[in-house]
């Protein structure tokens, strides 16, 4: 299972947080199923509940503006071991969708932008929206590797395209590199 509680508001509701990923390991352990949580790098997790999951998704997309670049990827890395997040749990979130830069509510599939405006693979940024392009998303499967990340996740299948543009693609070939 793979939670996503994108807004404990309080002290009380991470404790609360931390008390259902326990029980919910409990739960589980017997039957030897996996745990996973999607947070963003400022979430806070105290120790129980880190080490009650298998995975921590970091939700590396976003952020104002241009929402998703590679330089706002690894802050959010950092940021989340600053915040004693374990390395070998950290997943690298990443977004197959674009938002508009000046209006985060909009927003388009990656298939969308590429069937409405057939952008290079090394661009990501197009008529006002910014996305991650195959070139981007290489970039950061390529980081994540690099770093001792134990891989990337996406957000969110459905928003692919299912030709040579792909993005899982684009994290396959550079995975196999």
Do not use: C
Request: aromatic share 10%; net charge negative; glycine share 6%.
């Amino acid at each position: 299972v793979d939670y996503d509680w994108e807004g404990p508001a309080n002290a009380a509701e991470e404790q609360a947080y931390s008390a259902l990923l326990v029980d919910t390991r409990k739960a589980f352990k017997p039957h030897k199923l996996r745990l996973t949580i999607a947070l963003a790098s400022y979430q806070k997790l105290d120790h129980a509940g880190i080490d009650a999951v298998d995975e921590m998704h970091l939700m590396a997309y976003d952020h104002e503006g241009k929402h998703s670049t590679p330089e706002q990827s690894e802050g959010d890395v950092r940021e989340a071991l600053k915040n004693k997040w374990p390395k070998q749990k950290i997943v690298l979130g990443l977004p197959f969708y674009a938002r508009k830069i000046t209006n985060a509510d909009a927003s388009k599939t990656y298939a969308e932008i590429v069937e409405q405006f057939h952008p290079a693979p090394n661009v990501d940024e197009v008529n006002g929206f910014y996305y991650n392009g195959p070139a981007t998303i290489r970039r950061k499967t390529r980081y994540a590797l690099d770093n001792g990340l134990p891989g990337v996740m996406i957000w969110e299948l459905g928003q692919d395209t299912n030709d040579d543009t792909s993005l899982v693609k684009a994290i396959l070939q550079e995975d196999k590199k």
